[in-house]
Nanobody
Framework: QVQLVESGGGLVQPGGSLRLSCAAS????????MGWYRQAPGKERELVAV???????NYADSVKGRFTISRDNAKNTVYLQMNSLKPEDTAVYYC?????????WGKGTLVTVSS
């Protein structure tokens, strides 16, 4: 059974930084991509960043230049370094892993940016 476990969320002041981690365990066929979505209260879930197995990355316009996605393939772990956080970054962050057959989701970790 595949499990994704996120960590690193919490409360941070505007301008601060957080690093999210997501470790995937269990058997998966070829991983095509690993990434992060987020969902703010009253809003739809949106893609934040994705790391394609070919090596490319994509980011939402709202986080470009502030967030960096990286991954450790040996550990099946994906990270999201978030700098210069803004109150509008407050959301539940969900990691996902897209394999050849299906997409797996974590349960989410809450990030709150507030003074």
């Amino acid at each position: 059974q595949v499990q994704l476990v996120e960590s690193g969320g919490g409360l941070v002041q505007p301008g601060g930084s957080l690093r999210l981690s997501c470790a995937a365990s269990g058997y998966m066929l070829s991983i095509n991509a690993m990434g992060w979505y987020r969902q703010a209260p009253g809003k739809e879930r949106e893609l934040v960043a994705v790391s394609i197995s070919s090596g490319s990355t994509n980011y939402a316009d709202s986080v470009k230049g502030r967030f960096t996605i990286s991954r450790d393939n040996a550990k099946n772990t994906v990270y999201l370094q978030m700098n210069s956080l803004k109150p509008e970054d407050t959301a539940v962050y969900y990691c996902y892993v897209r394999s050849t057959i299906t997409t797996y989701w974590g349960k989410g970790t809450l990030v709150t940016v507030s003074s």
